[in-house]
Structure formats: C-alpha cells, structure tokens
C-alpha cells in the first residue's frame, strides 16, 4: 500500500512532473537570452534609438543565473529526492524571470511593448508546476505590476519611451510576440500532457497488478485455510493442487511425492491430468533431467515445450495439449518432500510475478504437508501405543486384585501397603492410557460430529455436581454462578464434558484444603458466553505458563504437590474448546491460584463465525 499510495502522489498530484519539469526553464532561458542578443544586435544594425548597454546588461544577468541553476539543477537531480527544494527552484526562476522581463519591457517600450505578452507563458508554467493557489497569486502579481507600470508612465513618473515601430510594424510585431508565446505556451502544455498520460498508463497498469496480486493473496489465503482444516493427507493434497490451478489459471496442477530412496516420484495428487497421462506410474529419477533438476533444489520454467529430451515421457505431454509448464520443489528447510508443478496450454505463460507467487504457494504447500504428515505420526503413535499398553494394563490390575483379596495367601501389613501403592501406580497409567486414546481418538477423526444448540448452563450444573463430593472431601468450597439468562452454544456433548471436567478437576487437583474453586457463566456481548474457572491453589510459575498447552507438560510446583498427573488434561480441554470455535485464556499467580477464562460464540453470532 505504501508503494501505491507514492506512486498516487507522485503521479496524480503531477509533483513528480515538478521534479523532472523544473528545469526546463534553464534550456527555455538559454533560447530566450540568445534571441534577445540576436535583437538587439539587429536593432543597432537598423539605427534604433536604444540603450543597449542596459539591455545587454539585463539579458548578462539573466544569463549569469542561468548558469547557477543549471549547475544546481545537475546537483539536485542526483541528490536530492525532497519535493520541496524543488519547488523552491521553480519559484525563485519565475520571480527572477517576471523581473528581467519587466526590466526589458522598460527599456523596450515600457507598457506598450509587444514583448508584454510573454508574462502569460509564467503564469502558465506556474499553473503546470506548481500548486493552483500559486498559479493565481503570480497571475495576480502581474496584473498588478502592469497596472502600476500604466499608472506611473501616466502620472509621468516614469517616462514613456518613444515607439520604436511605427503604427503598422507594431501591430505585426504585436501578433508576432503573440503568436510566439502560444505556440511555446502550446508547446510547454502538449509535453506535459503528454508526459502525463503515459504516467497514467504506467499507474492503470500497476494498478492493475496490485489488483491481480490481491486477488491471489485473497485466494491464497482461503487456500492455506482450507488446507489448515483438513485433517487426512490426501484431501490435503487434493484441495492444494485444485486451489492452486484455479488460483494460478492453468489447465493442470500435480503433486509428485518422493519415495523413501529418492529414486522415483509418484503422483500423490493430480487436478486437470487424464488417467492416460498417470498410468505410466512412477517418474524415475535419473531419466527425468527436469525432476532430477528440480530436486536438487531449482525452479524450473518451460515456456514452450519443444524438445523431447526434456521429459521421461514427451509423447505424453503433447496429447494432454502441454504447452508450458512452471515446476518448484516442495521442501520444508533443506529436506525435500516432492514436486509441485502447474501445467498450461498456452505458450510462455508464466511471468517472472508468477513465479514468485507461486514460489510462496508451494512452499506454504510443504509445509501443511509436513505439519500434517508429523500430526498424523504422533496420533498413529499415541493410539497405537495406548492399545498396547492397555490390555496388559488391565491384566496387571486383575491379577493384583486376586492378590489383595487373599485368593492366594493372607499378605501383611507391609505387602498390603506395597500393593497398595502398585496399584495406585497403575492406576496413574490407567488414566495416561485412557487420556492418549481420547487424544489420539479426537486428532484421528476426519469428519467432525455435527454441532447442535445446547444450554451450556445445564452442563456446567451437570458436571459440577459430579464434582461437588469430591471438594467436599477434601475440604474446597465448590462455587456455581450461571447468570441467566444465556442463549444457547453449538456445541456437542462429549466435547462440553471434556472441557468442563479437566478444567474443573484440575482446579479441584491443585487446590488445598479451606480453598476455593468458583465456576461462573455469562454473556459477553451479544454473541459470546464467557465461562470461568478460578481457584485459590498453588498457581502456575509465570516463566512455565507458555508451555500449558504442551502434551505431557505439567508444572514444577504441581509435580511436588501431586506426585501423579498425565499432563494431557489441559490439551484435551483445548482442543475440545477448539471444536467449538472458542479461545481460552489463563491468569495465574503462583501461590495465589489460578483463572482459566473460555469464550465460546453462542448461537446468535452463527455457525460460520
């Protein structure tokens, strides 16, 4: 924006005219102080009864600071950018100027003088110039020096000189000076028009491009929205080859991906390719000169596809109507995933813009892939290893079980404690186990239950009830304040329990006896409630507040106070909330207790907020 906005300034207001116009009076003045010199030699030759050693002396001064300002006009046009200094110059030549002019007018005629026309080609510079409150204020400074000039030659205080002409010869000379300054006037206005037009040319036409390139920027946006929100790898690829064809207005998109060996790509996603073209399969490496270049970390740009040694297969691309095609690796730092490539029907179709553009899609590209690809790893291995681990869990369990019942002898004092505490471990494993295959269970889900109105009022009721013996045990005073009424959140029920049920627990956790857990609901605004969990206990150190939200991450000060936790409570309650298109916030205090606040959108702000 700022480009444009200079480009807007510069062009419409014409100041950049003044900087590349201002300096035309020093060539107009070099003209105008040789034609005077030319006349007055002229004038002596035919006897004209003038005082020539003044106007040789006015037309010297002319020419003396003529030449500062071309000296000057050589410094500024190589140094000096401010818009100012310019318009100072232009200002200080057109006064200068107006005074040698009357200065000859007096000793040429005084107001009767032919040469009095030549005031207006000033005026008309000024207008081009300068601002149009100086083009008046010059306009007006001439009126009235003429008019005075009048007065004092009619009041006698200054003295009429003789016609140099005679009546006829003056009225020629008259339309001669006056033809002369329109035709320099026609001449001054012509080049600048001119000049701006083709500046206007110059601004529809970048205009034009801020204009494409917001478009893309626009699409390019939905683009890494939409594969944000997918959560299966394919669809991932999918969306980005389709987006990106329409986005880049090509006939084809693909996505080749590299094996483990990196020696062959396979097409992972393709939009605009028949099934002819991908039956060949897998791209060899080594036979692909343009893949092989490409991997080793170069785009590569084809405007028009000729030569068959380009390609593994060329009789392929010629009936799929390739024409050009523009191909980047798909890399996330040095390691490289694939090859993303847009194909069109249209001869040098990519610009150097386009490239770069496209340059930033595929890089974005990559690393939704990667990010995706590193989700769905840790996701395979949380459900993965909480199966395995769950059946011997709960065999180990049993087993302990038959023991502490004496099935298989009476224990002492020591074995029951002992037992006692393996079984509190294993317990502990238990609620690991069960907190990574809900994790696991949540992240692997490819289509979201649908979310229906329900009262957050009524759950929040709910689930502190089943909480309620628990503080009471431990001595906590437990605190409900709903402030109705509230209006009603899409929502889903298992992800309302998830979200209430770690926050409230934890609160009950890490709070100790003769403390407080108070949980309030209210509106916020018109279309958010705000829920809040607050407790009186331990608080959370301010430096490790920042990795909360971390699987496995849990407090100093609460692994002392509670030997036993998951560290997976909080990031379910997250990510629940996250379902639900809500944020949660956290400020705590350590020593002084904790408050999570949630904002979750009700009804009344609409499912597509």
């Known amino acids: 924006m700022t480009m444009a906005y200079q480009l807007i300034r510069d062009q419409i207001l014409f100041r950049r005219e003044l900087m590349e116009r201002v ?5 107009l003045r070099w003209a105008a102080v040789g034609l005077g010199l030319l006349g007055c030699w002229m004038a002596f030759l035919a006897g004209e009864a003038l005082d020539f050693h003044a106007l040789v002396a006015v037309l010297g001064g002319i020419a003396c600071y003529n030449m500062i300002f071309f000296l000057l006009g050589r410094q500024m046009q190589k140094d000096t950018r401010e818009i100012a200094a310019f318009a100072l110059v232009a200002h200080t030549q057109i006064c200068l100027d107006l005074l040698g002019l009357f200065l000859i007018l007096y000793f040429r005629g005084g107001s009767g003088s032919p040469l009095v026309v030549f005031v207006i080609l000033h005026v008309v510079l000024a207008g081009i110039l300068l601002s149009r409150t100086s083009c008046f204020i010059y306009a007006g400074a001439v009126i009235v020096a003429l008019a005075s000039m009048i007065w004092l030659e009619e009041a006698g205080i200054l003295g009429r000189l003789r016609p140099l002409l005679g009546r006829e010869m003056a009225v020629w000379a008259r339309l001669g000076a006056l033809g002369a300054t329109l035709l320099a006037g026609a001449f001054l206005i012509t080049q600048v028009v001119h000049s701006l037009r083709l500046k206007g040319r110059e601004l529809l036409r ?5 204009n494409s390139t917001s478009s893309r920027l626009k699409a390019l946006y939905e683009m890494v929205k939409q594969m944000g929100g997918e959560k ?6 999918d969306s980005a080859t389709r987006l990106a064809a329409t986005i880049m207005g090509v006939k084809a998109c693909s996505i080749k991906l ?12 393709t939009y605009g390719l028949s099934q002819d073209y991908l039956s060949k399969g897998a791209i060899e490496v080594a036979k692909s000169p343009i893949n092989q270049r490409i991997i080793e970390g170069a785009f590569y740009s084809i405007g028009s596809i000729k030569e068959k040694d380009y390609f593994q297969y060329p009789e392929d691309i010629q009936k799929e109507g390739i024409v050009s095609m523009l191909c980047l690796p798909l890399k996330v730092e040095k390691r490289i995933l694939g090859v993303f490539c847009v194909y069109s029907d249209e001869s040098y179709h990519f610009a150097e813009q386009d490239t770069s553009f496209f340059s930033l899609m595929t890089d974005l590209t990559a690393l939704a892939i990667e990010r995706l690809r590193s989700e769905l790893t840790k996701t395979w291995f949380f459900h993965k290893a909480a199966h395995q681990l769950r059946s011997p869990l709960h065999a180990l369990l049993s087993m302990l079980k038959v023991l502490q019942d004496g099935y298989l002898g009476e224990l002492n004092q020591k074995q029951q404690e002992a037992l006692a505490r393996c079984q509190s471990r294993l317990r502990v494993m238990g609620e690991l186990i069960e907190d990574l295959l ?3 269970q949540r992240r692997s889900e490819t289509s979201y239950k649908t979310l229906k109105p329900m009262n957050l009022g009524e759950s929040v009721r709910q689930v502190s009830s089943l909480y309620a013996e628990q503080a009471r045990r431990k001595g906590i005073s437990l605190e409900v304040d709903i402030r109705e009424p509230i209006p009603d959140v899409l929502a889903e ?4 329990d998830e979200l209430l049920s770690n926050l409230i627990s934890n609160s009950i956790k890490y709070t100790p006896a003769g403390g407080v857990v108070k949980i309030s609901l ?3 605004g018109r279309a958010w409630l705000k829920l809040e969990v607050s407790d009186s206990g ?4 301010k430096e490790e507040l920042p990795e909360l939200f971390t699987e496995f991450f849990r407090a100093s000060n609460a692994k002392a106070l509670e030997e036993h936790g998951t560290g997976l409570g909080l990031v379910i309650a997250k990510e629940a909330l996250n379902r639900l298109r809500g944020s949660i916030q956290v400020m705590s205090r350590q020593g002084e207790g904790t408050t999570f606040t949630c904002l979750i959108p009700t009804i009344l702000q609409g499912p597509q907020s």
């Open 522 to 524: 209210a509106r916020q």
């Open 538 to 541: 331990i608080g959370i150190p």
């Open 258 to 269: 590299l094996d483990e060996e990196q020696k062959y790509l396979r097409f992972a996603s």
């Open 493 to 496: 029920e298992g992800l309302v």
């Open 23 to 27: 300096f035309w009076f020093v060539q």
């Open 438 to 440: 809900r994790l696991g």
């Open 232 to 237: 299966d790898l394919q669809s991932l690829m």
């Open 206 to 210: 970048v205009s034009a491009e801020l």
